[in-house]
């Protein structure tokens, strides 16, 4: 009776998957990213014993866009289709009547009969399409738990330094190498399997890669405040970062990175602005500037002083600005004479004279004077070369290689 019930079951299961089937899948959510394919069985249809992971030779495949499909067989990814359209499977190693010549496909239906027979009628294969979401998966969110290092690089003050910001936004990525994926994820899942089973790892990952990732935007001189427009930038680098184990592993790739906001900390922010600031005074007329808008407050100050008097606030003031080695008056008067010395680094050509006498110079004994002799020790103004227009720089009135009086 048992090898009557094999032979009986063997013959029956193949001729009941000599019907072509058609696969097909449903637009896929945007939470599932591997969906089995289903054969269409309506009312209508008379394939309804076929075996369910079996695909008979000549079967059509219907793939979408933004889909990858992918047949396995025996567990091993035999073919593989992402262009839109219809895909015949011509391929199968299970025959069917209804594909090719009959008096070929015959001889080879009855050789399968015998082969099922020896494992007691059932199919001694399993054949199964899957198909891959290739689309762009948007709105994973991320954001630092906890600050991260981010380098400070701003050549125009020489500043370089190591602050912790905070970074918080959203990104986008999309399978780019489905049998890597399939492989080495989600091989030989039963149903669907969905974003929610990836996405946490996925996530982890990205937060371990954005402190190297921001080390490579730092070093193109974005600042950290900027990176809300670079963000192209740091996708690439991130994918730079990420390419070992997203990329060559699972075959996954960031498609965009969206940065909602970037924050440092109070003391690090008010740090930077006052180092930006102390900088801009190295310009003397700026520093000048500043000068002659405190003095300008701490007279308002001092007329307001009625415990103190004007008088006595007024003199306070007086020393210490004193005090201080410079006041805006001579600060100005160094700024005039560095814009009078650009003209001639940009065109040595034209006569320039160097500084009056009514400029600030420093005598041999370290004292500052402004007159034509030093306060401290007496000695004189050394003299002030210039150069003509001939090019020869002197120190008298009159040049010494063609004669022309001094400017």
């Known amino acids: 009776m048992g090898l009557i019930k094999a032979l009986a079951g063997a013959s029956g299961g193949v ?3 000599q019907w ?21 069985i309506s009312g209508r249809s008379s394939n309804k014993r076929g075996s369910g992971n079996i695909i008979s030779n000549g079967s059509v495949i219907a793939v979408n866009d933004g889909q990858c499909m992918m047949i396995v067989e025996q567990g091993k990814v035999v073919d593989v289709c ?42 001694p294969k399993d054949q199964r399409v899957y198909y891959i979401n290739t689309k762009e998966l948007m709105g994973n969110k991320y954001g630092t738990p906890s600050p991260i290092p981010f380098r400070v690089v701003d050549t125009n003050i020489g500043l370089d330094m190591d602050i912790s910001i905070r970074c918080f936004g959203e990104y986008s990525y999309r399978i780019a190498n489905p049998i890597l994926f399939y492989t080495n994820v989600c091989g030989n899942v039963e149903e669907d399997f969905t974003r ?39 996708a690439q680098a991130l994918n730079q970062v990420l390419s070992g184990k997203w990329n060559d592993l699972r075959g996954i790739q960031i498609v965009s990175l969206g940065v909602s906001s970037v924050t440092a900390s109070e003391e690090d922010e008010a740090m930077i602005k006052e180092l930006q600031r102390n900088a801009v005074f190295r310009n ?17 100050a001092a007329a307001a002083n009625k415990n103190a008097g004007p008088a006595m606030a007024f003199t306070g003031m007086g020393m210490a600005a004193n005090a201080g080695g410079f006041n805006a008056q001579d600060l100005f008067a160094m700024g005039g004479q560095m814009q009078q010395a650009a003209p001639a680094q940009q065109n ?4 320039v004279s160097q500084p009056s006498s009514g400029g600030t110079w420093t005598c041999s004994c370290g004292t500052v004077n402004s007159g034509k002799f030093c306060s401290e020790c007496g000695s004189p103004r050394p003299a002030q070369e ?22």
Request: glycine content about 8%; proline content about 6%; charged content about 20%.
């Open 20 to 40: 072509k089937e058609y696969f097909y899948c449903e637009a896929m959510p945007s939470d599932v990213l591997v969906t089995k394919g289903r054969k269409r």
């Open 82 to 123: 992402a262009e839109p359209g219809e895909y015949i499977y011509d391929l199968s190693t299970e025959p069917s009547l209804f594909c090719g010549d009959l008096s070929s496909n015959m001889a080879e239906v009855f050789a399968n009969i015998g082969k099922r027979f020896t494992f007691g009628g059932e199919a």
């Open 15 to 17: 001729f009941a998957d």
């Open 348 to 351: 040595p050509s034209q006569p």
């Open 284 to 300: 003397p007329t700026m520093a000048a500037a500043h000068i002659a808008g405190a003095q300008a407050s701490a007279m308002q």
């Open 386 to 407: 210039w150069r003509c227009a001939c090019g020869t720089v002197n120190k008298g009135r009159f040049c010494s290689e063609c004669g022309r009086p001094r400017p």
């Open 196 to 234: 929610e089973a990836l996405d946490g790892q996925l996530k982890s990952e990205l937060m371990t890669a954005l402190q190297p990732a921001f080390a490579r935007i730092s070093a193109m001189g974005i600042r950290y405040s900027a990176l809300a427009g670079h963000t192209a930038e740091l």
